[in-house]
């Protein structure tokens, strides 16, 4: 069994130039079509819910850091699918590309439901300790709770693209999302046009079309002819694949958790600045993540192809893999990131027409992009990482470099006398942080140049 059995690309052979942005590309399509979902979210309410509309972009806007951290955590789990599965097919072994397989969809599934139950449980404690204000409160806690309904969903859809992913297919993911993404549109209009619905409208919206999407993956992956194909009756855990799966994806899991539970601390610091501030945070957020997800895409896409790489034992590939992923990624930013801050006042328009919210927004913009200079090399290196199966380190120095420094930042610099900006400083000080300490992880572990010594002792031997 090679690569050249799957229908996705062919990661072991062939330009990396070319290779790499068309599997990166559908994969950042699929994360920009996931924040489209809150995307629609907040436009919809926004202007279409009269004189309650920047209260309820705040209800929708304040829940991004829970969902971020709920979701997040998970979405690290399935990248460890990923790459087990990848590296098993990289080493053609295909019993264990189908252990896997069926492995991780019940995890989804398990992980899910108790998931949602938890969060359910916990969900106006959390929004307590966020210190909503008191107006947006009631309609955060609708919002919250009718989203976790779909949190199995959710999860899913991110195991079963995980695994078509990990073959190099990114675009059948990306149609199952799009499809999920138009319904979720049709809905949002349908509950708060026609059914006079408000927050609770966009969030059951929400809830149905991750349902769809989910369901499309599903009935692919039955169908499929591939190895990587799902048969009901041969789903149970594999202890070997759980073990696999859950030490790369739960450090994995932890470190995007990370990212969200800081973000988490700082949301509560601006929600003490007033509904305005909040909703131009909410709605500033909705086109970072656009750029985010272009970022994220080609680090998920290194740890891909260096998972598959490190199978098929191609060491020098993997280092190559590195190299050009650094180099597109770096050029897709400065493109990305000028044409939204060329028409950024307009973007941020779509979402909210109050002069004082855009303005906002547009100054949030700003200094996140500086940050994000600092994210297209944390991302890369961590991919990188990743797909040798290093992922505790990582994530550790990402507790310390993101979580640590802006809870610190915020409990002891945070005060009453603090605007919007110094708040959002926050960033680029402990992204810059963290790039430091996973360059310097990468120099000292050098995993290319450790497991090509060991290649070749193992040949000379």
């Known amino acids: ?35 489209l979902f809150n995307a629609a979210d907040v436009a919809v309410v926004g202007n279409c819910t ?14 991004s850091p829970i969902i971020g951290l709920i979701v997040g955590f998970f979405l690290g789990i399935s990248l460890g699918a990923n790459v087990v599965i990848a590296y098993a097919l990289g080493r053609g072994r295909a019993e264990a590309v189908e252990k896997a397989v069926h492995t991780a969809i019940l995890v989804a599934l398990v992980a899910g439901f108790a998931g949602m139950g938890l969060a359910e449980l916990a969900a106006p404690k959390i929004l307590e300790l966020m210190e909503i204000p008191e107006e947006v409160f009631p309609y955060a806690l609708i919002y919250l709770r009718i989203y976790l309904l779909g949190l199995p969903a959710i999860l899913l859809y991110n195991f079963a693209a995980a695994i078509f992913r990990s073959t190099g297919d990114s675009r059948t993911p990306l149609y199952a999302l799009f499809v999920a993404c138009v319904l979720n549109v049709l809905l949002n209009l349908f509950f708060v046009l026609v059914m006079d619905m408000q927050e609770d409208g966009v969030a059951l919206a929400t809830v149905l079309a991750n349902m769809a ?30 073990r696999q799966i859950l030490k790369i994806g739960v450090p994995a899991g932890a470190q995007g958790a990370v990212f969200s539970a800081a973000n988490v601390v700082i949301q509560a610091a601006i929600n003490t600045l007033g509904t305005s501030v909040i909703a131009a945070s909410s709605v500033a957020l909705n086109l970072e993540l656009f750029l985010f997800f272009i970022i994220n895409a080609f680090g998920q896409s290194c740890t891909t192809f260096v998972g598959q790489n490190f199978g098929a034992r191609q060491i020098g590939r993997c280092r190559r893999i590195l190299l050009v992923c650094l180099g597109e990624t770096g050029l897709v930013f400065v493109a990305a990131a000028g044409l939204i801050l060329l028409w950024g006042h307009n973007l941020l328009a779509l979402f909210n027409d109050n002069a004082e919210v855009v303005e906002l927004g547009y100054l949030r913009l700003e ?14 290196m961590c991919g990188y990482l990743r797909g040798f199966r ?23 610099l945070f005060d009453e006398t603090s605007t919007f900006a110094s708040v959002l400083m926050v960033y680029p000080v402990s992204l810059a942080a963290t790039s430091v300490l996973i360059f310097a992880l990468l120099v000292l572990y050098r995993p290319g140049h450790r497991y090509a010594h060991r290649e070749h002792r193992h040949h000379a031997a």
């Not at 690309?9 to 920009?32: C, E, N, R, V």
């Open 213 to 242: 999407g989910a369901f499309l993956l599903l009935y692919r992956l039955s169908r499929t002819g591939e190895l990587i194909r799902v048969r009901w009756r041969h789903l149970r855990i594999d202890r070997g694949s759980l």
């Open 390 to 412: 290093i992922s505790f380190l990582p994530a550790l120095l990402t507790i310390i470099g993101v979580c640590v420094t802006r809870i610190v930042y915020v409990l002891f």
């Open 367 to 380: 200094i996140i992009f500086v940050a994000y200079i600092f994210t297209v090399l944390y991302e890369i």
């Open 1 to 35: 069994m090679t690569q050249a059995h799957t229908k996705g690309i062919d990661m072991l052979h062939g330009s990396l130039w070319t290779q790499l942005p068309l599997f990166a590309l559908p994969l950042a399509a699929t994360g920009i079509l996931q924040q």
């Open 50 to 63: 009269g004189a309650h509309g920047t209260v309820a972009v705040a209800a929708v806007g304040a829940n």
